[in-house]
Nanobody
Framework: VQLQASGGGLVQAGGSLRLSCAAC????????MGWFRQAPGKDREFVAA????????YYEDSVKGRFTISRDNAENTVYLQMNSLKPEDTAIYYC?????????????????WGQGTLVTVSS
């Protein structure tokens, strides 16, 4: 599976962005998809995940209620809607895929990664 993330940019605190991750591959619907982020000088961290059907999602505590992960299997795309953005959300955001039918949180368990898209939130 090849992944291409897009949608990052510069936004003021309190604003919104929608990230997209387009996948190439006929078995996209079999994968659990995740979003991760990496701020300067920090480790890559989990943000959100969604299982193959879209019926189950999971979020890191600091983004609960502000971010929403969703997927469109017909379009081979996963999204991350980010609202009420804060300066601490500034990071490179990566999408990732793993061939599982459960929620996966650990970075090392994901097999495929996109190239990342930069999100900058100004105060």
């Amino acid at each position: 599976v090849q992944l291409q993330a897009s949608g990052g940019g510069l936004v003021q605190a309190g604003g919104s962005l929608r990230l997209s991750c387009a996948a190439c591959g006929r078995t996209f619907s079999s994968y659990t998809m995740g979003w991760f982020r990496q701020a300067p000088g920090k480790d890559r961290e989990f943000v959100a995940a969604i299982i193959w059907s879209g019926s189950s999602t999971y979020y890191e505590d600091s983004v609960k209620g502000r971010f929403t992960i969703s997927r469109d299997n017909a379009e081979n795309t996963v999204y991350l809607q980010m609202n009420s953005l804060k300066p601490e959300d500034t990071a490179i955001y990566y999408c990732a895929a793993v061939l599982r039918h459960t929620i996966v949180v650990a970075t090392y368990e994901y097999d495929y990664w996109g190239q990342g898209t930069l999100v900058t939130v100004s105060s």
